[in-house]
């Protein structure tokens, strides 16, 4: 009887082991795939989906409350008649809507339904496209590499120091009582006008 319960005993413990193994590389398979599924999300823009929808909600919660100490959280917008506001209205509307940003686009229009939900403006794409293609073209280049690049386009010559600010050149002679005042920020050159 010992030699049975002994046996027993042995096939229990190996059994027990085996699930421990088991058991421990499922949860290393969990946790890697729990990290991976994390690295994902926060590649992917899941955070920025996540704070839009939250925007979303506030917006929903503000325009739909009639409480007084939310009053001043409602947005005034009052210059939607004019040209620019309305084709720079068009052309967010159109990046939001190409890169499919809903959440954003719907809580715009519930912060201002008076607006129309589509402008016309066939424009705004050949603008937004040729704007993109040279965001994207620019790239990491410094201001002074744009500086260069656009005086040896246009067939101009840099002057001796470029990158030296002065505004005395640009204002009419006798007019300027001091010739420059630094200050002590930045180093700026400024003029000061007789009065």
Known sequence: MKRGSQIKNQKTSKESTASKSSRSSANSTEKTLDVLTSDAIKN???????????YKEVASAVMNSNSPSLYFA?????????????????????YLKKYGMTNTLEAIQLENPKVAKTLRGNKCQFVFDELMGTSEDLGDRSFRYRVDSFFDEHGLQLPENPYAFSMSDDIPDGSIQKRQQVSGRAN??????KE
């Open 44 to 54: 992917s823009g899941g955070s920025n989906v996540l704070q839009a929808e939250y």
């Open 74 to 94: 409602k947005p005034t917008i009052s210059k939607i008649q004019s040209k620019e506001w309305q084709q720079s209205y068009l052309f967010v509307i159109k």
């Open 188 to 193: 700026i050159v400024k003029p000061v006008l």
